[in-house]
């Protein structure tokens, strides 16, 4: 049999076929309408965080410099190292301070001698001069009472009595001028005062050079981490510079920048998760301590301030750091995916939720009220119940569009 000549029915048949496909296809598209792949609101919990990034510091620094002019002779420590309180840091050249310190040493042995002077020798001697004026007066005036009976008697005359009261006058002023010796070296007098003024003096005076002997020797106020060092040997340091920043070992701080906006949320005592930008996948919890009540008028921020309990051990000063402070939680809330949400920030939030409608299904635009805002979820709290399936905002579908449901996978 000749089959050539059923070829064309042949073809005609294939395209009848694929014709009736297509009419079915698009017929199904229109009654049923495009799959779209939903997602369903749930009850779970949403955490509302504010996120910012800062650094970690200690709560406060230090900035070591030196207290006198000097050259750096010595610098033992690097900058990230960890110090002991007391560890030297920096050694100046120490010379010149020796030098002042045995002088001042000296001035102290010359005024204790001059006190061991005053006691040994200056208040023995003037009390014995007080007493041999003392018998010299005594002589005086025996004499001048004997010669003053002669006189009244006639045997002797005016100029014999005269030189008798002028020697008991003169050994009188040697008995004044002897006392007032012993007054001033004994410790009540003037003499001894200023000998143990001097001392004082002199001792001020080693003190003092001690001290700038101590200061050619700086050491660490305290256990830490040197986190800064601008210094070298050779160099001429001068009071007011910094040459070092130390930062004490204790609890660790994070410093953020929060937009103002955030303030009415924030609150001493809540729980923040932080990571550090050098190990994302580990993170470590925070507690917020500090909210700055003014506002930086520039940036519009303000300075929070987070305690790490636990800091791991491979933070650093100054490393920059992510954090999540959590400001709010609904445990049982209605959620959703973000994603689904059509106009999230505007004054009038709406999804499009699919509603059964005869044969199928159709998206029909739904005003919700929208509570906490979680990473990734949002809490519906009114507009929407658990298992209602949403349209995502991705979608290219109108309301009131038919639609084939399909499950987010």
């Known amino acids: 049999m000749d089959l050539s000549r059923f070829k064309p029915w042949r073809w005609r048949l294939v395209a009848a076929a694929a014709a009736l496909a297509l009419a079915g296809y698009l017929l199904v598209q229109f009654l049923l309408g495009p799959k779209v792949e939903v997602v369903e609101a749930v009850r779970r919990e949403v955490v509302q965080a504010v996120v910012a990034t800062g650094r970690i510091e200690s709560p406060f620094r230090v900035d070591i410099g030196a207290q006198v002019v000097g050259t750096v002779v010595r610098v033992p420590v690097e900058q990230g190292q960890a110090v002991a309180g007391g560890q030297t840091l920096i050694e100046l050249d120490a010379a010149e301070a020796h030098a002042l310190v045995r002088q001042a040493e000296a001035a102290v042995i010359q005024a204790e001698g001059r006190l061991r002077q005053l006691r040994e020798l200056q208040l023995p001697v003037a009390s014995q001069s007080l007493r041999q004026a003392q018998a010299n007066y005594a002589n005086a005036r025996a004499q001048f009472e004997r010669n003053r009976k002669l006189f009244e008697s006639g045997f002797i005359g005016q100029s014999?009595?005269?030189?008798?009261?002028?020697?008991?006058?003169?050994?009188?002023?040697?008995?004044?001028?002897?006392?007032?010796?012993?007054?001033?070296?004994?410790?009540?007098?003037?003499?001894?005062?200023?000998?143990?003024?001097?001392?004082?003096?002199?001792?001020?005076?080693?003190?003092?050079?001690?001290?700038?002997?101590?200061?050619?020797?700086?050491?660490?106020?305290?256990?830490?981490?040197l986190i800064a060092?601008?210094?070298?040997?050779?160099?001429?340091?001068?009071?007011?510079?910094?040459?070092?920043?130390?930062?004490?070992?204790?609890?660790?701080?994070?410093?953020?920048?929060?937009?103002?906006?955030?303030?009415?949320?924030?609150?001493?005592?809540?729980?923040?998760?932080?990571?550090?930008?050098?190990?994302?996948?580990?993170?470590?919890?925070?507690?917020?301590?500090y909210v700055n009540p003014g506002v930086d008028a520039q940036r519009g921020t303000v300075e929070v301030k987070l305690r790490v309990?636990?800091?791991?051990?491979?933070?650093?000063?100054?490393?920059?750091?992510?954090?999540?402070?959590?400001?709010?939680?609904?445990?049982?809330?209605?959620?959703?995916?973000?994603?689904?949400?059509?106009?999230?920030?505007g004054a009038s939030p709406w999804v499009l939720r699919v509603e059964a409608e005869g044969m199928g299904s159709r998206a029909v635009r739904r005003n919700v009220e929208l509570g906490l805002r979680g990473t990734g979820w949002v809490e519906i709290r009114s507009g929407l119940e658990p298992g209602d399936r949403?349209?995502?905002?991705?979608?290219?579908?109108?309301?009131?569009?038919?639609?084939?449901?399909?499950?987010?996978?």
């Open 160 to 225: 014999v009595l005269d030189e008798s009261q002028r020697n008991m006058d003169v050994a009188q002023t040697q008995v004044d001028t002897a006392r007032k010796q012993v007054d001033t070296a004994r410790p009540q007098g003037s003499d001894y005062a200023l000998a143990i003024a001097a001392l004082a003096q002199a001792n001020a005076g080693l003190q003092a050079a001690r001290a700038r002997l101590a200061y050619t020797r700086i050491v660490a106020p305290a256990t830490g981490t």
């Open 390 to 409: 949403v349209v995502p905002a991705a979608a290219p579908i109108q309301p009131g569009s038919r639609v084939r449901a399909v499950p987010d996978a």
């Open 229 to 289: 060092r601008n210094v070298e040997h050779g160099d001429v340091v001068q009071p007011g510079k910094t040459l070092m920043v130390l930062a004490p070992a204790g609890e660790t701080q994070i410093v953020v920048q929060i937009d103002e906006r955030n303030i009415g949320r924030l609150r001493l005592g809540q729980p923040a998760l932080a990571s550090a930008d050098a190990y994302p996948e580990k993170r470590f919890a925070a507690e917020v301590t």
């Open 309 to 345: 309990p636990e800091p791991p051990p491979y933070l650093r000063q100054d490393m920059t750091v992510s954090v999540d402070i959590e400001v709010a939680r609904s445990p049982k809330a209605i959620a959703l995916p973000a994603e689904a949400v059509r106009d999230a920030t």
